[in-house]
């Protein structure tokens, strides 16, 4: 189990990650940044079960954000 992790990655904008209390298959938090390139509509996504306890995702404009508790680590 690691602690921390933080990563980027850049395709038509920039998304920045961190991953709290993790191993190879689930993760306690994950959470994303993100600033595209293009705007879109507002959308609010909330989520219960599936792969995980919880998921929460925003985005306005070109701003985004992204919240997950207890679910499948996401692939980077």
């Known amino acids: 189990m690691k602690l921390i992790k933080f990563n ?3 395709d038509y904008g920039h998304d920045w990650y961190v991953r709290l ?3 190879k298959r689930w993760a306690l938090f994950q959470g994303c940044i ?3 390139e293009y705007s879109g ?3 609010l996504q909330i989520q219960f079960g599936m792969n ?3 998921s929460i995702l925003f ?3 070109k701003f985004g954000i992204s919240i997950s508790l207890f ?3 996401w692939k980077l």
Do not use: D, N, R, V
């Open 52 to 54: 995980g306890l919880i």
């Open 8 to 10: 980027h990655k850049e």
């Open 34 to 36: 993100s600033w595209c």
């Open 21 to 23: 209390l993790f191993t």
């Open 71 to 73: 679910e499948c680590t």
């Open 41 to 43: 509509w507002p959308i």
């Open 59 to 61: 985005q306005a404009y």
